[in-house]
């Protein structure tokens, strides 16, 4: 170990509390960094789960005027997509799906909500409904014509239990008048998501598409890659392969771009926390180094009066930064993980909470990313070593007749 080195080593132990208290803060906002951006993360990915995965894909296929105007009659011819889709080999799980507003009354009440025409077998490889059956059995493509599911709030606001029956009335696209259909619930179903649980029925495909006068038309084909941020890259050929004159395949950035951009906002929370405690770490280092430097005046002053060269003060300031920044790192980075670990094991729950429209159907875990572990104890490091830049720059201009006049 070199000279300087040492000297910087003996000079930190000088004063082990306020070494010990100064490494604090630059171990401690490393910690808050870490975990900061492992909640993000964790967060960021349940919002984009909640918003995809649980329901409506990470892409979905319609008319090209369906979703700005949202005519039932906006239906699109389902095979040519599902062919291509079958060939796709990055789409994982696909299903077409029938959407109509209207309303489902019981002897108790009534209220008005989307009806989603499903195919039972193919749903299940796109959303979660099957896993969401609370009571009851999910769909059966065998089965009666007569099943219904209904999420459990609106359960409780039709006030039925399975077996009940319940009538649901839509707009026949034929006939353009109402159509009703006596059903009976076959399967409760419970997202922990308000805007499913309370305002969504499924029931099966065939069905919906008489009663709505369709044919074989659907509005909407949802689909799931194998890789969900592959949803996220908008340059991928397979849109322009989904895409029609009448028809258009989109991503949840673009079917969703509120939350995309609220995803991207969260993203450079990390940045402004990492700024305000840049500062305020900076100021803690700067002020335990100032302390420092004001003690050994006097021995900065002998130690230029004898000859030592200005840049050796400035080099020796530099080097105890850098000895008290990389243990404070170790440190930072050894909570970083075990609090992170703790957080993620324990998770946060937000309960029903909407975020951007969408419900946050799953406890928050922080996540663990390489980044945490290299990118941030380096700009932590380079916020110490520019915190002593200051303080080195100080110890290095003391005029040696002042120092000396300083008592010991």
């Known amino acids: ?62 008319h090209r005027d369906y979703l700005a105007q949202r005519e039932e009659s906006l239906a699109i ?55 969401a059956i609370r009571d009851g059995n999910y769909l059966d493509s065998d089965g009666p014509r007569t099943q219904i599911l209904i999420g459990s709030r609106l359960a409780d ?24 259909q006596l059903f009976r619930v076959s399967g409760i ?18 069905r919906l598409q008489e009663m ?19 949803a996220t890259q908008t340059d991928r050929p397979i849109w322009s392969r989904l895409s029609t004159d009448t028809a258009v395949a989109q991503g949840w950035t673009e079917l969703m771009p509120q939350l995309a951009t609220m995803l991207q906002l969260s993203n450079s929370s990390t940045l402004i926390a990492a700024v305000i405690l840049f500062i305020l770490a900076g100021l803690g280092v700067i002020n335990g180094m100032f302390m420092s430097i004001y003690e050994r005046t006097y021995e900065f002053g002998v130690l230029l009066a004898i000859g030592t060269r ?18 404070a790192i170790t440190i930072g980075a ?42 941030l104890p380096v700009w932590v490091l380079i916020m110490t070593l520019i915190a002593c830049v200051y303080p080195a720059v100080h110890a290095a201009r003391i005029v040696p007749a002042h120092a000396l006049h300083k008592s010991l």
Not at 310 to 327: D, H, K, M
């Open 1 to 62: 170990m070199g000279l300087t080195w040492r000297l910087a080593l003996r000079n930190l132990m000088r004063n082990k509390r306020r070494t010990f208290l100064t490494a604090m803060i630059i171990s401690l906002s490393l910690t808050a960094l870490i975990l900061t951006d492992a909640f993000i993360e964790g967060m960021s990915d349940a919002m984009v789960r909640s918003a995809t995965r649980l329901y409506s894909g990470d892409a979905q296929i319609h």
């Open 77 to 131: 011819d389902p095979d040519p997509f599902l062919e291509k889709l079958t060939q796709e080999t990055d789409v994982s799980g696909y299903a077409p799906r029938v959407l109509a507003f209207g309303m489902i009354s019981s002897a108790a009440n009534n209220r008005a909500i989307q009806v989603s025409g499903i195919d039972p077998d193919r749903e299940a490889t796109v959303s979660k409904l099957r896993g």
């Open 157 to 180: 606001l039709l006030e039925v239990e399975l077996g009940d029956r319940i009538v649901v009335s839509v707009n026949n696209q034929d006939t353009q008048g109402a159509e009703q």
């Open 189 to 206: 179903f419970h997202f922990n998501a308000r805007a499913l649980d309370e305002n969504t029925a499924f029931v099966l495909l065939p």
């Open 212 to 230: 709505m006068g369709l044919g074989e038309s659907v509005h909407e084909i949802a689909f799931n890659f194998e890789e969900a941020n592959q």
């Open 310 to 327: 200005r840049t050796s003060i400035f080099r020796l300031i530099l080097a105890e930064g850098l000895v008290l920044a990389v243990g």
């Open 334 to 375: 050894i909570l970083g993980v075990v609090v992170t670990a703790t957080m993620a094991a324990v998770g946060i729950d937000y309960g029903n909470m909407e975020i951007s429209g969408v419900s946050i159907a799953e406890v928050i875990r922080p996540e663990y990313h390489i980044n945490q572990y290299t990118v």
